[in-house]
C-alpha cells in the first residue's frame, strides 16, 4: 500500500474517532440520567395527599368513560424537552 494511502487511511480513521466520540459520551450521559430519573409514583393513588375522594372521584370518572379514548398532548417548546 503506498504511503500516501496510509497516511490517507490514518486521517480518515483518526477523523471518525474523533467524531464518534461526543456522541458515545453524550449516549453515556444520557444512560446515566435515565437510571436515575425515574418518577417517583407509579400511579396515582401513591402520591401524598391524594385522598380517598378524590380517588373516588376518579374512579367514577373512569367508569363514566370507559369507552372513550384520551389523547393527551402537547405543542413542541423548549418546556416539551429534559436535559
Do not use: C, W
Amino acid at each position: 500500500m503506498p504511503a500516501i494511502t496510509r497516511q490517507i487511511a490514518a486521517v480518515l480513521t483518526a477523523t471518525a474517532a474523533i467524531a464518534l466520540f461526543p456522541a458515545d459520551a453524550a449516549a453515556e450521559r444520557r444512560h446515566n440520567a435515565s437510571a436515575h430519573d425515574q418518577p417517583p409514583f407509579s400511579n396515582y393513588k401513591e402520591i401524598p395527599g391524594v385522598t380517598g375522594d378524590e380517588i373516588a372521584a376518579v374512579e367514577a370518572l373512569r367508569v363514566k368513560y370507559k369507552d372513550s379514548v384520551l389523547i393527551h398532548g402537547i405543542s413542541e417548546s423548549t418546556e416539551a424537552f429534559r436535559g
